[in-house]
């Protein structure tokens, strides 16, 4: 059975990966494990490169290098989205949630893209008889619609992989099946400390240790 993964990598990244220690992922293992597949022809990653700051001017780097651990898989491709940010009014709050009767301009960033390349390339292998069976990692109801036409309209097996405490109930609804992943199976799917590409050793970054 051909099977294609699509990644939504920031949907991951916080929904169980930001406040562990456990970020140098070897994703592929990952898939393998929870679905209990022994090959992942293709991995689809989805996200956007992030931009330093004051607090940790070091995030893009640490980025780059596990981008470069992702890439020695062979079997992954990063699909690139952007950020956006713009200034927002918005109503204030008291840190239980009453409203202070103000409204306060904020800096809102929203990342952009990487749902609708996700969908997009979803669609366009499913119509291409590219894969059997598609793993879709994310917890975005969003993505409902596209889910659906694969798995009804096309009739191929569409397994979402649930990165978050609580599915989402319309892509619960809308896919063939739907496994939750587990921090033990994260813990069991890490890098070892040191891997290496042809251009040599990439080295887990010190502050993910």
């Given at each position: 059975?051909?099977?294609?993964?699509?990644?939504?990598?920031?949907?991951?990244?916080?929904?169980?990966?930001?406040?562990?220690?456990?970020?140098w992922?070897?994703?592929?293992?990952?898939?393998?494990?929870?679905t209990?597949?022994n090959?992942?022809?293709?991995?689809?990653?989805?996200?956007?490169?992030?931009?330093?700051?004051p607090?940790?001017?070091?995030?893009?780097?640490?980025?780059?290098?596990?981008?470069?651990?992702?890439?020695?898989?062979?079997?992954?491709?990063?699909?690139?989205?952007?950020?956006?940010?713009?200034?927002?009014?918005?109503?204030?709050?008291?840190?239980?949630?009453?409203?202070?009767?103000?409204?306060?301009?904020?800096?809102?960033?929203?990342?952009?893209?990487?749902?609708?390349?996700?969908?997009?390339?979803?669609?366009?292998?499913?119509?291409?008889?590219?894969?059997?069976?598609?793993?879709?990692?994310?917890?975005?109801?969003?993505?409902?619609?596209?889910?659906?036409?694969?798995?009804?309209?096309?009739?191929?097996?569409?397994?979402?992989?649930?990165?978050?405490?609580?599915?989402?109930?319309?892509?619960?609804?809308?896919?063939?099946?739907?496994?939750?992943?587990?921090?033990?199976?994260i813990?069991?799917?890490?890098f070892?400390?040191?891997?290496?590409?042809?251009?040599?050793?990439?080295?887990?970054?010190?502050?993910?240790?």
């Amino acid at each position: 059975m051909s099977v294609c993964a699509y990644i939504d990598g920031f949907n991951l990244y916080y929904g169980c990966l930001k406040n562990s220690n456990q970020k140098w992922l070897n994703i592929d293992h990952l898939l393998k494990l929870v679905t209990k597949n022994n090959t992942i022809d293709k991995i689809y990653y989805f996200t956007a490169r992030v931009s330093g700051t004051p607090s940790e001017p070091g995030k893009p780097q640490r980025q780059n290098i596990y981008f470069r651990a992702l890439m020695s898989l062979g079997n992954v491709e990063i699909v690139y989205g952007h950020f956006l940010s713009h200034p927002v009014t918005m109503p204030e709050t008291t840190p239980s949630k009453q409203l202070t009767g103000r409204r306060v301009c904020v800096l809102k960033i929203e990342e952009k893209g990487s749902d609708v390349n996700l969908a997009s390339y979803l669609l366009r292998d499913t119509f291409n008889d590219q894969f059997n069976q598609a793993l879709v990692l994310t917890n975005d109801s969003d993505l409902a619609t596209p889910v659906k036409m694969v798995r009804d309209d096309i009739g191929k097996r569409v397994t979402i992989l649930n990165p978050h405490k609580y599915p989402a109930r319309k892509l619960q609804q809308c896919a063939t099946d739907m496994k939750q992943i587990r921090m033990g199976a994260i813990r069991a799917s890490q890098f070892s400390p040191v891997i290496s590409d042809s251009k040599g050793n990439i080295r887990k970054p010190a502050q993910w240790n």
